[in-house]
């Protein structure tokens, strides 16, 4: 019932941009904490980001500080990942997922937090 939808992955040359979408349907996506994971074939999921249901407060992975921004539009029912300066590294299926945990003004990377979880979506970054 509680669903969430990735798109906006694709291919792009190292260096490029891509903005990443998380679809809400059958919940109301303002009451939760957003993250967002990744996952490359043969690794550990790797939690990235993260944003508070207030939208307020963010944290980042080291790996993608600087080069990644999650952001939220309620009225839209939809979070995003904007993604800069792509790196061969950041190749990997990318899921969003819903933490109905975490106070309004805070959110936490932490896996056991996330419920309902996005099919994902696939960013390669290849010359």
């Known amino acids: 019932q509680l669903q969430l939808v990735e798109s906006g992955g694709g291919l792009v040359q190292p260096g490029g941009s891509l903005r990443l979408s998380c679809a809400a349907s059958?919940?109301?996506?303002?009451?939760?904490?957003i993250g967002w994971f990744r996952q490359a074939p043969g690794k550990d999921s790797e939690a990235i980001s993260c944003?508070?249901?207030?939208?307020?407060?963010?944290n980042y992975a080291d790996s993608v500080k600087g080069r990644f921004t999650i952001s939220r539009d309620n009225a839209k029912n939809t979070a995003y990942l904007h993604i800069k300066n792509l790196k061969p590294e950041d190749t990997a299926v990318y899921y969003c997922?819903?933490?109905?945990?975490?106070?309004?003004?805070?959110?936490?990377?932490?896996?056991?937090?996330?419920?309902?979880w996005g099919q994902g979506t696939q960013v390669t970054v290849s010359s």
């Open positions: 944003i508070s249901s207030s939208g307020g407060s963010t």
């Open positions: 059958g919940f109301t996506l303002r009451y939760y904490a």
């Open positions: 997922a819903a933490d109905g945990l975490s106070h309004p003004t805070m959110c936490t990377r932490s896996r056991g937090h996330f419920g309902s």
